[in-house]
T-cell receptor, first 118, second 112 residues
Framework: AQTVTQSQPEMSVQEAETVTLSCTYD???????LFWYKQPPSRQMILVIR??????QNATENRFSVNFQKAAKSFSLKISDSQLGDAAMYFC???????????????FGQGTILTVHP | DSGVTQTPKHLITATGQRVTLRCSPR?????VYWYQQSLDQGLQFLIQ???????AKGNILERFSAQQFPDLHSELNLSSLELGDSALYFC???????????FGPGTRLLVL
């Protein structure tokens, strides 16, 4: 079974600075998807960024980018020019591309609470 | 706003009772997923439907059941409720199955 680990329970950053959130995963599959979701105090789950494992290029969405290291099974999220609105819990998630009982299932990490200081 | 709607937003009930949570997917999405978020278990996948058919099942308790209707909305039924069922229940939807999932605002269930 796949597992996702976020080793940083909490992180903090100054407004306008850059912060990197770590995520590692364990899988025997060669192709899969990885995601970062943001959960602000409203508890809404918001998709931040998506990465297909077969793509070597790291995904980027505005101020958010990832560092995808397939061999190391690492998928970190970099937030540039941090804003107060970035304060939230961030979840890393894995999804298989294959069928079976896990088809479509997102496996989440434990989450990292990000605090942004003005 | 993801376009996924869930009702009710909050639900308070007693042990032993039964509740129904409702989800309407984004327009055009055929697949619906249910997740449970609790303090001790984190975010756990419960079940997935695609165009009315069950596609995948997670660690969903036998006391829980779900279905997806012809109009593609889905309901999650929780029965014989226990204190430990208190959690935030999310519905997500995607166009295809599997696909990138967009989450609703959640239903916060409190069992007293």
């Amino acid at each position: 079974a796949q597992t996702v680990t976020q080793s940083q329970p909490e992180m903090s950053v100054q407004e306008a600075e850059t912060v990197t959130l770590s995520c590692t995963y364990d899988t025997s599959e060669s192709d899969y998807y990885l995601f970062w979701y943001k959960q602000p105090p409203s508890r809404q789950m918001i998709l931040v960024i998506r990465q297909e494992a077969y793509k070597q290029q790291n995904a980027t969405e505005n101020r958010f980018s990832v560092n995808f290291q397939k061999a190391a099974k690492s998928f970190s999220l970099k937030i540039s020019d941090s804003q107060l609105g970035d304060a939230a819990m961030y979840f890393c998630a894995y999804r298989t591309i294959f069928g079976g009982t896990s088809y479509g299932k997102l496996t989440f990490g434990q989450g990292t609470i990000l605090t942004v200081h003005p | 706003d993801s376009g996924v709607t869930q009702t009710p937003k909050h639900l308070i009930t007693a042990t032993g009772q039964r509740v129904t949570l409702r989800c309407s997917p984004r327009s055009g999405d055929l697949s619906v997923y249910w997740y449970q978020q609790s303090l001790d278990q984190g975010l756990q996948f419960l079940i997935q439907y695609y165009n009315g058919e069950e596609r995948a099942k997670g660690n969903i308790l036998e006391r829980f059941s779900a279905q997806q209707f012809p109009d593609l909305h889905s309901e999650l039924n929780l029965s014989s409720l226990e204190l430990g069922d208190s959690a935030l229940y999310f519905c997500a939807s995607s166009v295809e199955a599997p696909g990138t999932q967009y989450f609703g605002p959640g239903t916060r269930l409190l069992v007293l």
